[in-house]
């Protein structure tokens, strides 16, 4: 249940991050307004995972999701460069993630 928490906290980071361009710069209230909502959302998961997983690998795994999530989010949604290096670096945060859970309890 911890590790399904993260990921939904991960999930919830990425829709998060998206709401802050779209409000641009907090100045569409309906955008900034599920921000919020968002950010609350996410950090609650975050929380209750945290009170089971080791902080270390939680807050990694976490941020990956973040991370690897705004990217193709970018690249998808708001077209920015889907380059061989940005996918490299995917792959590369990718490997670390798969390898944290994979010796993590």
Do not use: C
């Amino acid at each position: 249940m911890a590790w399904a928490l993260l990921i939904l906290s991960g999930i919830l980071d990425v829709a998060w991050a998206v709401s802050v361009k779209m409000a641009d710069g907090y100045s569409r209230p309906a955008w900034s307004l599920l921000s919020l909502v968002l950010l609350a959302a996410f950090v609650h998961a975050l929380g209750k995972a945290l009170q089971v997983l080791p902080l270390g690998t939680a807050y990694a795994v976490w941020t990956g999701i973040g991370a690897i999530g705004s990217v193709v989010v970018g690249i998808v949604i708001f077209n920015e460069p889907a380059t061989f290096a940005r996918f490299f670096w995917i792959a590369v945060t990718l490997g670390g993630i798969v390898g944290l859970k994979l010796t993590t309890g």
